[in-house]
């Protein structure tokens, strides 16, 4: 009988510990489908390199939202990406996206830069103004000459 209270005891410790490990990962991971709060814009661009789903979306250095999406056109040859964008943020219609990184050796973000137009974005609107990453190597050799 002693024997099958500790049992009892050390089984209910362990189902404590496994639920706080599940609560704990859900809790922790960042959520890739555009909540509620959030209304998804597309972008298409010609080299998206370090960017993958999850990655922050600044403007002015502030987060404003996380890439939920990243395919290829096959037809176009371009990678089309979708964001997931704070409804409070309204984007410009002429407003330009950039992939740039956060120094020479950083990741890479996703940066808006607003535009003047008085017209705004509507939910699932293209970005008309893209400006794909960079590549280090191709920029060296372009300076050097070969």
């Not at 939910?123 to 990453?133: E, K, L, R, S, V």
């Amino acid at each position: 009988m002693k024997g099958q209270v500790l049992e009892t005891i050390i089984g209910a410790f362990v189902l404590i510990i496994a639920g706080w490990f599940v609560y704990s990962v859900v809790s922790k991971s960042e959520d890739i489908f555009p909540a509620q709060n959030e209304t998804t814009y597309r972008a298409s661009f010609s080299n998206i390199s370090g960017i993958k789903i999850g990655t922050h979306i600044r403007l002015a250095g502030v987060n404003i939202g996380k890439v939920v999406a990243v395919s290829l056109d096959i037809d176009r040859y371009m990678a089309d990406m979708v964001l997931a964008i704070d409804n409070k943020v309204k984007i410009p219609e002429d407003s330009e996206i950039i992939i740039t990184s956060e120094g020479l050796l950083g990741s890479n973000f996703v940066s808006i830069t607003p535009g003047g137009s008085e017209d705004f974005l509507e939910p699932n609107d293209q970005f008309i103004y893209t400006q794909g990453a960079l590549n280090l190597n191709n920029l060296i050799q372009k300076f050097s000459g070969n």
